[in-house]
C-alpha cells in the first residue's frame, strides 16, 4: 500500500505523448498533456476487493499532437460531433489535440488533483476566432472527478458546445446497462428524426447505439454482472451514449477487432442547447465518478 503520493513524467515510446504518472494511497493514473486527457485510471484493491479499471484505452496511441486519442476521459470543445457549418473541421472541436498546460499540481498521500489550462492562440483562432482559457483540474484519488472552467476572455460572446467523451471500461457490452435515463428525451444520431423519450428504468445494448440525452437528471449508473460505476455531473444538462457495434468498430482504424465489447461510452455535456458566454465571464462543469465492484 502506497503511503506517499508519486508522480512522474515519462514520454510515451511509440506515440511521443507527454504524460504523466502518478500513484497516491487509492490509485494509480496516466494523464496526458495532449487534451488534459486522462488515459487511464485504476483503483486499487482494497479491503479483499479486487483493482479496477475504470477506463477503456485504444491500444494505437497516435503521434502526439496529431489526432484524436480513443479512449480514457477526451473533451469535446467548443463543439461536439461534426462542426455545424464547416465539416473540414476536426470532429468533437480542436481542445483534445492541443497540448495543455500543467498549471498546478496538489500531491497528498490519498490523492492528485492536477489543473491543466488551454490559452487560445493563433492556431486555435484558425478553428475558432475567440478568445478563451480553459482549465480543467483532475482528481484522483478513491474517486475521479473532473472540472472544466471556460473563460471568455475576449470583448464579444460566444458560443459552445461541450462534452467529457468517456469511455467507460465494462466486461461485456451486451451485459451492460445504463441507469438514470427513464422519461428523458433524445435524439438517435443513427435516425436522425424527432426526439423520442426513453421510458424504460435502463437502457441495454443489442446494436449500435449513438444517443443525445437531453435534459437529464445528471446522474447515472453503468451496471455490469461485475461492477456499478456512477457518474454525477448535475451541472451538465446533456448525456451523449455510444457504442459503434461490430460494424462501425471494424470501419475505426483506432479500435482492435472486438475491443468494441469492452467499453460504453456515457458522454457528460452541454450539446443540445449551446452555452452562451458573455465577455469576460465565466462557467464552470464537474462530473464525478466512482466505482463499487459487486
Ligand atoms: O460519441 C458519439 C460520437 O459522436 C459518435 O457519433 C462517434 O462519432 C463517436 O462520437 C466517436 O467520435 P471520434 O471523433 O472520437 O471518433
Given at each position: 500500500m502506497t503511503s506517499t503520493a508519486k508522480l512522474e513524467y515519462r514520454t510515451l515510446a511509440e506515440s511521443q505523448l507527454d504524460v504523466i504518472c502518478i500513484e497516491n494511497q487509492y490509485c494509480e493514473a496516466i494523464i496526458a498533456k495532449q487534451g488534459a486527457q486522462i488515459l487511464q485510471y485504476r483503483l486499487k484493491s482494497s479491503n479483499g476487493r479486487p483493482d479496477k479499471t475504470l477506463l477503456w484505452l485504444s491500444q494505437h496511441l497516435p503521434q502526439q499532437g496529431q489526432k484524436a486519442i480513443r479512449g480514457g476521459i477526451p473533451l469535446c470543445f467548443p463543439w461536439f460531433g461534426a462542426h455545424p457549418v464547416q465539416p473540414n473541421l476536426p470532429a468533437h472541436g480542436f481542445a483534445r489535440t492541443e497540448i495543455w498546460t500543467l498549471e498546478h499540481i496538489q500531491a497528498e498521500a490519498h490523492q492528485h488533483n492536477l489543473t491543466f489550462s488551454l490559452q487560445s492562440d493563433e492556431h486555435t483562432k484558425t478553428n475558432w476566432n475567440h478568445d478563451f482559457q480553459l482549465k480543467m483540474t483532475i482528481h484522483c484519488g478513491e474517486d475521479l472527478s473532473l472540472t472544466l472552467s471556460v473563460h471568455n476572455t475576449g470583448i464579444t460572446p460566444f458560443t459552445f458546445s461541450f462534452a467529457w467523451h468517456s469511455y467507460f471500461a465494462v466486461s461485456d457490452i451486451h451485459d451492460t446497462q445504463?441507469?438514470?435515463?427513464?422519461?428523458?428525451?433524445?435524439?438517435?444520431?443513427?435516425?436522425?428524426?424527432?426526439?423520442?423519450?426513453?421510458?424504460?428504468?435502463?437502457?441495454?445494448?443489442?446494436?449500435?447505439?449513438?444517443?443525445?440525452?437531453?435534459?437529464?437528471?445528471?446522474?447515472?449508473?453503468?451496471?455490469?454482472?461485475?461492477?456499478?460505476?456512477?457518474?454525477?455531473?448535475?451541472?451538465?444538462p446533456d448525456a451523449v451514449v455510444w457504442n459503434p457495434w461490430a460494424n462501425k468498430a471494424a470501419r475505426l482504424a483506432d479500435m482492435q477487432d472486438h475491443a468494441w465489447l469492452g467499453f460504453v461510452c456515457l458522454e457528460s455535456g452541454q450539446i443540445h442547447t449551446p452555452v452562451q458566454l458573455p465577455a469576460q465571464h465565466n462557467v464552470n462543469f464537474h462530473m464525478h465518478i466512482t466505482a463499487d465492484l459487486l
Open positions: 445504463i441507469l438514470g435515463l427513464e422519461n428523458t428525451a433524445y435524439i438517435d444520431q443513427l435516425h436522425q428524426q424527432n426526439p423520442h423519450r426513453q421510458t424504460e428504468p435502463s437502457l441495454s445494448f443489442s446494436a449500435e447505439t449513438d444517443r443525445i440525452y437531453y435534459q437529464t437528471q445528471g446522474h447515472y449508473c453503468i451496471q455490469d454482472p461485475l461492477q456499478q460505476i456512477k457518474i454525477d455531473s448535475p451541472d451538465c
